[in-house]
């Protein structure tokens, strides 16, 4: 195993090279796709050395390079504790109450481990792939290790003129990516090696989620966009789907709808648990997964409202409508499922809560409350089928229900974002950083179809991905557990220790 993770990293420091094509002036305040960074917000040039007296009188003084903003600052890094506690220990928790005791600590091990390594791959290079300028999937390798950034690094926001330090937007979208591929392992949990998911995570880190990250989230920052020649420029040098226009605030795309596939695909290759639709499978505490969830919905007021890189309104608009589309979705995924089962479950509110934390992701920014209450209630609706009738016609032994949750709802919210970001519709529409206001003539049939664009883009690309991986993986180290451990349980067989003692 060491030598195959140190053949991976060596390979994967090998050229990943650049280019560009065209252009998408995107949202400041109301509405641009969020947690992107500049290369680095360069400071405007310094005037040349005057020749003369008289011609140093005549040059007009530079203006001063931005300094971040205390304030944004210190959101922004709450905002990434906010991240990391979503994940250690809320994700964890949440994930580790629906499955059985059996396997409890391996579930929590998973999560916990899967931070740790991406967040160091992210260091090392998953910073500079995802966000320096290279081409339209794939940045360069110009800030491995982080080269290059120091306390004085700044990175563009979404205002003009307006900085944050660049270590503290590394640190918030390193968590992102550490969660992202922790979702992953609650469709195949119960029965994989912990060897393979960790190879799996870091191929598939490398390969769909560094890209995917690029193409909807980079770009060059909103101090480029002075002219229509300028923004053109500009434009190019931006992701694939940021070019096309494409919505995403915090993640529907990037995080939900990537590392659900991935898990969709992982499920049907690793196989059903042995056992499947025979033995009960019930959760052996939902003390845990209810405790779980509240971590994650107080976590992802960090993931949505930090988006926004500053402390202002548009965080602001992103706090209430991750506060608002949850709790709509916890209530109609309950009321759903007690009209048709004949009983409310802490099971269903707990699951319809994050179905509206996954749908108002890539929303959250950009559309009104009306918008958000809309998005929470169908969330909980639909995901509840997504978990139900969708699961059984997919036929797969999905064991946590990643797709029919952070697929389903990212899919969900990622369309509805193109409809209720119109300023009909309480929406902030797309703000024209060249005329400096909100561009008129707000499209939504076209914006849908920017929308559906990027979702069947993520679908596509990251479902080929973990395909490609899961088969490596299972060349190398093997997918599955051999069943007499499986039944006997990870935790013992996998860890050698136990969740819990008799």
């Given at each position: ?440 003539n707000y499209d939504i049939m076209g914006q849908v179809m920017i929308q559906a664009t990027g979702v069947g883009v993520t679908l596509v690309w990251s479902g080929v991905v973990a395909f490609i991986c899961y088969k490596i993986v299972d060349i190398f180290v093997g997918l599955r557990v051999p069943e007499d451990e499986e039944r006997e349980g990870l935790d013992i067989t996998s860890h050698g220790e136990s969740a819990y003692h008799n």
């Open positions: 195993m060491n030598r195959i993770f140190a053949s991976l990293l060596m390979a994967l420091a090998i050229g990943i090279s650049g280019g560009a094509a065209s252009a998408w002036a995107a949202d400041d305040k109301p509405a641009a796709p969020a947690a992107v960074v500049a290369p680095a917000a360069a400071a405007p040039a310094a005037a040349a050395p005057a020749a003369a007296p008289e011609a140093a009188a005549a040059t007009p003084a530079a203006a001063p390079a931005p300094v971040p903003n205390k304030g944004d600052n210190a959101w922004l890094m709450v905002a990434t504790a906010f991240v990391i506690l979503m994940s250690i220990p809320g994700l964890a928790l949440f994930y580790g109450g629906l499955v059985r005791s059996k396997n409890m600590l391996s579930v929590l091990m998973q999560v916990f481990v899967v931070f740790s390594v991406i967040s160091v791959l992210w260091a090392i290079y998953g910073y500079s792939v995802a966000f320096t300028e290279g081409n339209a999937f794939f940045g360069s390798l110009d800030k491995l290790f982080l080269k290059g950034i120091t306390p004085d690094s700044v990175g563009a926001t979404f205002s003009k003129g307006v900085v944050v330090s660049e270590f503290i937007f590394v640190a918030f979208q390193g968590a992102f990516a550490a969660i992202t591929c922790g979702l992953i392992v609650g469709a195949f949990a119960e029965r994989i090696k912990f060897s393979a998911v960790l190879l799996f995570m870091v191929l598939w880190f490398s390969f769909s989620y560094l890209p995917m990250t690029h193409m909807v989230w980079y770009w060059a920052g909103p101090d480029a966009y002075t002219t229509a020649e300028a923004a053109e420029k500009a434009g190019a040098t931006a992701g694939y789907l940021f070019q096309k226009g494409a919505l995403d605030f915090a993640g529907g795309t990037v995080v939900h709808i990537n590392a659900a596939i991935a898990g969709l695909i992982g499920a049907y290759m690793v196989g059903k648990r042995v056992g499947y639709g025979k033995d009960s499978m019930a959760p052996h505490s939902l003390t845990f997964t209810m405790i779980g969830a509240s971590l994650l919905w107080f976590g992802w007021f960090g993931f949505n409202a930090g988006s926004a890189l500053e402390a202002n309104g548009t965080a602001g608009l992103a706090f209430v409508n991750t506060w608002l589309a949850t709790a709509t979705a916890a209530t109609s995924w309950m009321v759903a499922e007690w009209l048709i089962k004949g009983k409310p479950s802490m099971l269903g509110a707990a699951s319809g809560a994050v179905a509206g934390l996954v749908a108002i992701t890539p929303a959250a920014g950009f559309v009104g409350v009306i918008g958000a209450l809309v998005i929470g209630l169908a969330a909980g609706v639909i995901c509840l089928w997504g978990v139900n009738g969708l699961k059984k016609l997919l036929g797969a032994d999905d064991s946590l229900d990643v797709f029919g949750v952070h697929g389903v709802g990212g899919i969900l919210g990622a369309i509805l974002t193109g409809v209720f970001a119109a300023p009909s519709l309480g929406g902030t529409g797309i703000y024209d950083y060249v005329a400096n206001k909100v561009a008129d």
